[in-house]
């Protein structure tokens, strides 16, 4: 969770001003020489007279998902996701309502989504201290089912980050009350996996369904999911089998990596459906980790320096990302004659 701990500290009480407290004189310590092993007498001085100073101008709470924040960052996420929804419902209606509807927004919308998946996971496995659909490209359309991720499944989260700001993140490494023989995040992870798995048999379902009534085969709806699946195994297999365990070293860097491409991946897939074009499988970004993931995990390269690995692969992810946000966005208002977040007047 990116927040500043010089906030936390501004928000700390201070005495009041009519408040004064008593502080009994304390007799000087005797400094008589001891037989020390390390201080000298001269240190000892030095050490009883020593006041702790000290500033922290880190801007991360909880770098390796496993510690401790103040209960307000909980609280602050929880409302940053509630925002987040509220402004994601209302911005398609908005757009129409202003005349200002249009396939770069529907690629803004969609893009910001499939960034968010990466920043909610960290906050989310920082939270309980664990270290978008693919079938609208095939059905034309995205709709969402009675319960599902856009709705319900932020309000479980930000619900969880308001409890867990209340009663303390320890309380999701306490032994579940159904399964005592697991943690409650440990509890929460196999149902979020459950859950996860249906729906993406859900989605390929209905994709496939949409494939055969329009006379196409409903197998390449299949297809077009086996680059997302590659890189999810690859880079579980990766963490599992990391010889130095990076993923403890580096949990965000190398979420924020797979995120990365896993955005842009969805932004191609968003674009290939809005310009109606085949969706290639296979992205230069997307293949050079794959090959290299593929060659560490099957131990044909040594693994060598993985840290320097992880942050070549973000160092690529990031700057890919980056160059089609601008290039695809400034094509785009080109291509649509309008400006990038100008309203249009009247």
Not at 67 to 75: I, K
Request: aromatic share 12%.
């Amino acid at each position: 969770m990116v927040l500043t701990r010089s906030a936390a500290a501004a928000a700390k009480s201070t005495p009041k001003e009519d408040e004064t407290e008593t502080i009994k004189p304390q007799p000087e310590p005797e400094t008589k020489p001891q037989n020390y092993r390390y201080v000298t007498e001269d240190g000892v001085k030095h050490i009883l007279a020593y006041r702790y100073s000290g500033s922290d101008a880190s801007l991360l709470y909880s770098p390796n998902m496993v510690e401790e924040a103040p209960r307000w960052v909980y609280a602050n996420a929880g409302l940053s996701l509630l925002f987040y929804q509220i402004l994601d419902v209302a911005d398609g209606k908005q757009a129409r309502k202003t005349g200002n509807s249009s396939p770069l927004g529907l690629l803004f919308d969609h893009g910001c989504d499939a960034l968010n998946v990466v920043v909610s996971a960290c906050t989310f496995a920082s939270t309980i201290m664990l270290g978008p659909t693919y079938w609208e490209y095939y059905t034309g359309t995205l709709a969402l089912p009675i319960i599902n991720g856009p709705n319900e499944g932020l309000l479980i989260m930000y619900s969880i980050y308001i409890v867990t700001a209340i009663v303390g993140p320890n309380v999701w490494t306490q032994p579940n009350i159904l399964f005592p023989q697991l943690n409650n995040n440990h509890v929460f992870v196999l149902i979020t996996i459950t859950s996860a798995v249906g729906q993406c048999l859900f989605s390929a379902v209905v994709a496939i369904r949409s494939m055969e009534r329009k006379a196409k085969d409903g197998a390449a709806a299949l297809v077009g999911i086996t680059p997302f699946i590659a890189l999810i195994l690859l880079s579980a297999l990766w963490v599992f089998w990391s010889p130095s365990d990076v993923f403890t070293d580096h949990p965000r860097l190398l979420i924020w990596t797979v995120g990365l491409v896993f955005a842009k991946m969805v932004m191609h897939m968003m674009l290939s459906h809005m310009c109606e074009e085949p969706y290639w499988l296979l992205r230069k970004t997307f293949m050079i980790q794959l090959v290299v993931s593929f060659l560490l995990v099957a131990g044909i390269v040594p693994w060598g320096h993985e840290s320097s690995v992880v942050q070549l692969f973000f160092v690529i992810s990031l700057s890919a990302y980056v160059h089609m946000i601008y290039f695809l966005s400034t094509e785009l208002a080109t291509i649509l004659g309008i400006r990038i977040f100008k309203v249009k007047q009247g």
